[in-house]
Structure formats: C-alpha cells, structure tokens
T-cell receptor
Framework: AQSVTQLDSQVPVFEEAPVELRCNYS??????LFWYVQYPNQGLQLLLK??????LVKGINGFEAEFNKSQTSFHLRKPSVHISDTAEYFC???????????FGTGTRLLVSP | NAGVTQTPKFRVLKTGQSMTLLCAQD?????MYWYRQDPGMGLRLIHY???????AKGEVPDGYNVSRLKKQNFLLGLESAAPSQTSVYFC???????????FGDGTRLSIL
C-alpha cells in the first residue's frame, strides 16, 4: 500500500525567508504527486502537480516542487515567503492504478514578520 | 461558477441521531469523494463514486453510507451518529480518477 510521510508537523519561518516542506512517499509503481494548501476554515486548493515530464514543477503563488524518484521525495519550496502563505500544506500521492489519493498528515507553515 | 458546494457548513448532533450531508458539483465531473479530516491525521477517504449510480468504499467507510443518484450530487449519510464521527467532512470531485480533485469548503460536524 502506498503512503505519504510529511515529517514536519509545523514549520515556523520569518517573512521573506526561503522555506522547504518535505514529503516522502512509498509506492512500488508509478505515481502522480500533488501538493494542496488549506487556509483556515476552507477546503483544499491545488498548488501544483507532477504527472510526468520535467521533475521540477512550478505551481501557483510562487511555489515549486521537485520530484526525485530515487529518493521517493517531492519537496515543496518557495524562495521568499509572505505572511499570506501561513496555512496547512498537504502532500498527496495517487497510484495510477488505484486512482485514489493518499494524503500526508500535513505541515503547518507559520510565517511571522 | 460555484465548483463544489457542501451543505450544511456546521451541524451539532446527539449520539444516535441521523443526518445527511449533501455535496453538489457543477463541473460535470465523473468522480466524487467524501473525506474526513481529523487533527494530525490528514484526510482519510470514506467513500467515493466513479460515476452516477456507483459507489465504493474508501479507507474508513464504517458507520457511513453514500448515494449518487444524480451525477452532480453525492450524499453522505450517518445512520446512527457516534462521538467518534466528530470531524470536518470534505467533499471533492474530479473529471477522471487521475485528475486533480476540487474540494468544497467542508462541513464541521460535532456529535455530543
């Protein structure tokens, strides 16, 4: 069975600093990978996705992620964060055979002035 | 364009009561999903549907039933609510199973 690990439950960072949110997955077959963001009292919004092709994926709001097949990782990065980036971020993996998303437990990004 | 709409947004129930959560999407998506979100556990799939008239069990289906009588609607039912079902429930939809999912804003359900 596939699984997703987000090791950091909370990441505090100062405004305009860079940030990396880590995601590792386990799967024996090909996967699609996603990052979602959840703002308080809202549903999840898609940040970016990796389906195939270039391993560096750019998403909305200046975020990007790199797919590393050998390390089974899909870390999310942003070079300079804003207060408005404070939210919870979820990594998710889709086994192309099962067509069901499996989510990590989430990382809360806290951006302070 | 409303996207995915969940009704109601909040509800408080007593143990043993029943209720139905409604999810409606206007994107003509084939696939629809119900998740529950609990602190520290991410989102867990309860049931899903791959098309009108179909339903299937997810990771945590016990205590819930679903129906997809119309393509645009996916109903989640609790026949006899239990405190362990206190959670935030999210509905999502996608055009196909391997496409990104679109989420509603959630239903916050408390069972006393």
């Amino acid at each position: 069975a596939q699984s997703v690990t987000q090791l950091d439950s909370q990441v505090p960072v100062f405004e305009e600093a860079p940030v990396e949110l880590r995601c590792n997955y386990s799967s024996s077959v090909s996967v699609y990978l996603f990052w979602y963001v959840q703002y308080p009292n809202q549903g999840l919004q898609l940040l970016l996705k990796y389906l195939s092709g270039s391993t560096l994926v750019k998403g909305i709001n200046g975020f990007e992620a790199e797919f590393n097949k050998s390390q089974t990782s899909f870390h999310l990065r942003k070079p300079s964060v804003h207060i408005s980036d404070t939210a919870e971020y979820f990594c998710a993996v889709l086994n192309t055979g099962f067509q069901k998303l499996v989510f990590g437990t989430g990382t809360r990004l806290l951006v302070s002035p | 364009n409303a996207g995915v709409t969940q009704t109601p947004k909040f509800r408080v129930l007593k143990t043993g009561q029943s209720m139905t959560l409604l999810c409606a999407q206007d994107m003509n998506h084939e696939y629809m999903y119900w998740y529950r979100q609990d602190p520290g556990m991410g989102l867990r799939l309860i049931h899903y549907s791959v098309g009108e008239g179909t339903t299937a069990k997810g990771e945590v289906p016990d205590g819930y039933n679903v129906s997809r009588l119309k393509k645009q609607n996916f109903l989640l039912g609790l026949e006899s609510a239990a405190p362990s079902q206190t959670s935030v429930y999210f509905c999502a939809s996608s055009f196909l199973g391997d496409q990104p999912q679109h989420f509603g804003d959630g239903t916050r359900l408390s069972i006393l």
